[in-house]
Protein backbone atom coordinates (compact mmCIF):
# COMPACT_ATOMS: atom_id res chain seq x y z
CA UNK A 1 0.00 0.00 0.00
CA UNK A 2 1.90 3.02 -1.08
CA UNK A 3 1.95 6.24 1.25
CA UNK A 4 0.23 9.79 -0.07
CA UNK A 5 2.40 10.31 -3.31
CA UNK A 6 2.68 13.89 -4.20
CA UNK A 7 4.09 15.31 -7.66
CA UNK A 8 6.17 16.80 -8.95
CA UNK A 9 8.61 17.45 -5.68
CA UNK A 10 9.94 20.32 -6.93
CA UNK A 11 8.62 22.47 -9.44
CA UNK A 12 9.87 26.16 -11.04
CA UNK A 13 7.31 28.65 -12.09
CA UNK A 14 7.89 31.71 -13.57
CA UNK A 15 5.46 34.79 -12.32
CA UNK A 16 2.10 34.74 -14.16
CA UNK A 17 2.04 31.02 -15.27
CA UNK A 18 0.37 28.69 -13.13
CA UNK A 19 1.44 25.87 -10.94
CA UNK A 20 -0.59 22.49 -10.35
CA UNK A 21 0.24 20.21 -7.52
CA UNK A 22 -1.33 16.85 -7.27
CA UNK A 23 -1.96 14.80 -4.29
CA UNK A 24 -2.84 11.03 -4.63
CA UNK A 25 -4.30 9.54 -1.29
CA UNK A 26 -3.66 6.59 0.24
CA UNK A 27 -5.81 3.48 -1.25
CA UNK A 28 -9.36 3.66 0.64
CA UNK A 29 -8.71 7.04 2.32
CA UNK A 30 -11.26 9.56 0.85
CA UNK A 31 -10.51 12.39 2.57
CA UNK A 32 -7.24 14.64 1.39
CA UNK A 33 -6.51 18.24 3.42
CA UNK A 34 -3.72 20.48 1.93
CA UNK A 35 -0.96 22.60 4.00
CA UNK A 36 1.44 25.31 2.53
CA UNK A 37 4.58 25.61 4.62
CA UNK A 38 6.31 28.73 3.86
CA UNK A 39 10.05 29.21 4.16
CA UNK A 40 11.16 29.64 8.26
CA UNK A 41 7.27 28.86 9.27
CA UNK A 42 5.10 26.63 10.45
CA UNK A 43 2.02 24.91 8.32
CA UNK A 44 -1.17 26.43 7.93
CA UNK A 45 -4.18 24.34 6.68
CA UNK A 46 -5.75 25.57 3.52
CA UNK A 47 -7.98 23.12 2.06
CA UNK A 48 -10.13 20.29 3.05
CA UNK A 49 -11.75 18.08 0.41
CA UNK A 50 -13.70 15.03 -0.17
CA UNK A 51 -14.37 12.98 -3.20
CA UNK A 52 -16.01 15.51 -5.32
CA UNK A 53 -16.72 17.94 -2.77
CA UNK A 54 -14.73 20.73 -0.89
CA UNK A 55 -15.68 20.85 2.31
CA UNK A 56 -13.61 23.35 3.97
CA UNK A 57 -11.18 25.87 1.85
CA UNK A 58 -11.19 28.27 4.61
CA UNK A 59 -7.91 28.87 5.03
CA UNK A 60 -7.12 29.08 0.81
CA UNK A 61 -6.59 32.69 -0.53
CA UNK A 62 -9.69 33.91 -2.04
CA UNK A 63 -8.04 34.51 -5.42
CA UNK A 64 -5.95 32.67 -7.92
CA UNK A 65 -5.88 28.99 -5.97
CA UNK A 66 -8.54 26.55 -6.59
CA UNK A 67 -8.49 22.56 -5.40
CA UNK A 68 -10.20 19.75 -6.49
CA UNK A 69 -10.37 16.19 -5.78
CA UNK A 70 -12.43 14.16 -8.50
CA UNK A 71 -14.18 10.83 -8.09
CA UNK A 72 -11.17 9.36 -10.04
CA UNK A 73 -7.96 10.47 -9.72
CA UNK A 74 -5.54 12.60 -7.65
CA UNK A 75 -6.44 16.14 -5.64
CA UNK A 76 -5.20 18.67 -7.56
CA UNK A 77 -3.87 22.11 -5.92
CA UNK A 78 -3.82 24.91 -8.84
CA UNK A 79 -2.56 28.10 -8.67
CA UNK A 80 -2.56 30.47 -11.30
CA UNK A 81 -0.45 33.65 -12.13
CA UNK A 82 1.99 32.53 -9.47
CA UNK A 83 3.55 35.45 -7.30
CA UNK A 84 7.15 34.88 -6.02
CA UNK A 85 5.44 35.23 -2.91
CA UNK A 86 3.52 31.59 -3.31
CA UNK A 87 6.82 30.07 -3.23
CA UNK A 88 6.49 27.24 -0.01
CA UNK A 89 6.12 23.69 0.74
CA UNK A 90 2.56 22.68 -0.08
CA UNK A 91 1.60 18.89 1.50
CA UNK A 92 -1.42 16.87 1.35
CA UNK A 93 -2.70 14.76 3.93
CA UNK A 94 -5.23 12.15 3.41
CA UNK A 95 -6.82 10.02 5.83
CA UNK A 96 -10.05 7.49 5.34
CA UNK A 97 -12.18 9.50 8.06
CA UNK A 98 -11.87 12.80 9.63
CA UNK A 99 -11.15 13.43 13.43
CA UNK A 100 -9.74 10.72 15.79
CA UNK A 101 -7.31 9.58 12.83
CA UNK A 102 -3.73 9.88 12.32
CA UNK A 103 -3.43 11.60 9.32
CA UNK A 104 -0.54 10.68 6.24
CA UNK A 105 1.69 13.00 4.67
CA UNK A 106 3.13 12.91 1.50
CA UNK A 107 6.68 14.36 1.05
CA UNK A 108 5.61 17.57 -0.17
CA UNK A 109 6.20 19.82 -3.25
CA UNK A 110 8.03 22.28 -3.32
CA UNK A 111 6.78 25.38 -5.09
CA UNK A 112 9.72 27.88 -6.42
CA UNK A 113 8.47 31.01 -8.42
CA UNK A 114 10.99 32.96 -10.41
CA UNK B 1 -8.68 30.07 16.58
CA UNK B 2 -7.23 26.26 17.85
CA UNK B 3 -3.31 27.21 16.95
CA UNK B 4 -0.96 25.07 18.79
CA UNK B 5 1.70 27.32 19.94
CA UNK B 6 4.71 25.52 20.83
CA UNK B 7 7.37 26.37 23.73
CA UNK B 8 10.22 27.39 23.53
CA UNK B 9 10.55 27.91 20.35
CA UNK B 10 14.08 26.41 20.02
CA UNK B 11 15.77 23.83 22.25
CA UNK B 12 19.18 22.82 22.40
CA UNK B 13 20.79 19.92 23.97
CA UNK B 14 23.41 17.46 24.30
CA UNK B 15 23.23 13.76 22.83
CA UNK B 16 21.50 11.75 25.95
CA UNK B 17 19.43 14.18 27.69
CA UNK B 18 16.16 14.65 28.03
CA UNK B 19 13.96 17.34 25.95
CA UNK B 20 10.48 18.35 26.58
CA UNK B 21 8.59 20.39 24.47
CA UNK B 22 5.28 22.27 25.17
CA UNK B 23 1.94 23.12 23.25
CA UNK B 24 -0.96 25.56 24.15
CA UNK B 25 -4.07 25.59 22.11
CA UNK B 26 -7.04 27.70 22.88
CA UNK B 27 -10.41 25.94 22.27
CA UNK B 28 -12.05 22.23 22.30
CA UNK B 29 -10.37 19.40 20.95
CA UNK B 30 -11.27 16.12 19.95
CA UNK B 31 -7.40 14.82 19.95
CA UNK B 32 -3.91 16.25 19.38
CA UNK B 33 -1.52 15.33 17.35
CA UNK B 34 2.80 16.00 17.47
CA UNK B 35 4.30 15.86 13.95
CA UNK B 36 8.55 15.53 13.51
CA UNK B 37 9.76 17.69 10.32
CA UNK B 38 13.62 16.92 9.42
CA UNK B 39 14.90 20.26 8.01
CA UNK B 40 13.84 20.47 4.48
CA UNK B 41 11.60 17.32 4.45
CA UNK B 42 8.41 15.80 4.84
CA UNK B 43 6.73 15.38 7.96
CA UNK B 44 6.53 12.19 9.87
CA UNK B 45 3.57 11.49 12.51
CA UNK B 46 4.78 10.94 16.16
CA UNK B 47 1.65 10.31 18.15
CA UNK B 48 -2.22 10.98 18.15
CA UNK B 49 -3.42 11.42 21.92
CA UNK B 50 -7.03 11.92 22.20
CA UNK B 51 -9.09 14.31 24.66
CA UNK B 52 -10.23 11.64 27.18
CA UNK B 53 -6.26 10.48 27.50
CA UNK B 54 -3.84 12.00 29.62
CA UNK B 55 -0.31 10.10 28.39
CA UNK B 56 0.66 8.04 25.96
CA UNK B 57 3.74 6.49 25.09
CA UNK B 58 5.71 5.50 21.85
CA UNK B 59 9.34 3.95 22.36
CA UNK B 60 11.17 7.16 23.93
CA UNK B 61 8.56 9.36 23.35
CA UNK B 62 6.27 10.37 26.05
CA UNK B 63 3.09 12.73 24.99
CA UNK B 64 0.85 14.38 28.17
CA UNK B 65 -2.16 15.80 27.57
CA UNK B 66 -4.07 17.86 30.18
CA UNK B 67 -7.41 19.39 28.63
CA UNK B 68 -8.26 21.69 31.70
CA UNK B 69 -5.08 23.87 31.11
CA UNK B 70 -5.26 23.25 27.07
CA UNK B 71 -1.56 22.00 26.88
CA UNK B 72 0.29 19.49 25.61
CA UNK B 73 4.04 18.42 26.44
CA UNK B 74 6.18 16.12 24.32
CA UNK B 75 9.37 14.11 25.91
CA UNK B 76 12.14 13.15 24.49
CA UNK B 77 13.94 10.73 26.62
CA UNK B 78 17.50 10.17 26.09
CA UNK B 79 18.03 11.94 22.47
CA UNK B 80 20.10 11.02 19.72
CA UNK B 81 21.42 13.05 16.92
CA UNK B 82 18.77 12.02 14.96
CA UNK B 83 16.11 13.54 16.54
CA UNK B 84 17.27 16.71 15.16
CA UNK B 85 14.51 17.92 14.23
CA UNK B 86 11.42 20.76 14.25
CA UNK B 87 8.38 19.16 16.10
CA UNK B 88 4.97 20.21 15.68
CA UNK B 89 2.05 20.10 17.77
CA UNK B 90 -1.07 20.18 15.95
CA UNK B 91 -4.92 20.22 17.58
CA UNK B 92 -7.63 18.72 15.31
CA UNK B 93 -10.17 20.83 13.96
CA UNK B 94 -13.51 20.74 13.23
CA UNK B 95 -13.14 18.81 10.09
CA UNK B 96 -10.43 16.97 10.96
CA UNK B 97 -8.02 19.53 9.82
CA UNK B 98 -4.59 19.87 11.78
CA UNK B 99 -3.61 23.66 13.27
CA UNK B 100 -0.24 24.10 13.17
CA UNK B 101 2.24 26.33 15.48
CA UNK B 102 5.27 27.39 14.32
CA UNK B 103 6.97 24.32 16.06
CA UNK B 104 9.87 23.60 18.24
CA UNK B 105 13.46 23.36 16.40
CA UNK B 106 15.34 20.58 18.85
CA UNK B 107 19.08 20.48 18.12
CA UNK B 108 21.04 17.84 19.71
CA UNK B 109 24.94 18.53 20.21
CA UNK B 110 26.70 15.03 19.94
Known amino acids: NAGVMQNPRHLVRRRGQEARLRCSPM?????VYWYRQLPEEGLKFMVY????????ESGMPKERFSAEFPKEGPSILRIQQVVRGDSAAYFC????????????FGQGTRLTVV | SQQGEEDPQALSIQEGENATMNCSYK?????LQWYRQNSGRGLVHLIL???NEREKHSGRLRVTLDTSKKSSSLLITASRAADTASYFC??????????WGAGTKLIIKP
Open chain 1, 93 to 104: ASSYREMNTEAF
Open chain 1, 27 to 31: KGHSH
Open chain 1, 49 to 56: LQKENIID
Open chain 2, 27 to 31: TSINN
Open chain 2, 49 to 51: IRS
Open chain 2, 90 to 99: APVGGFGELI
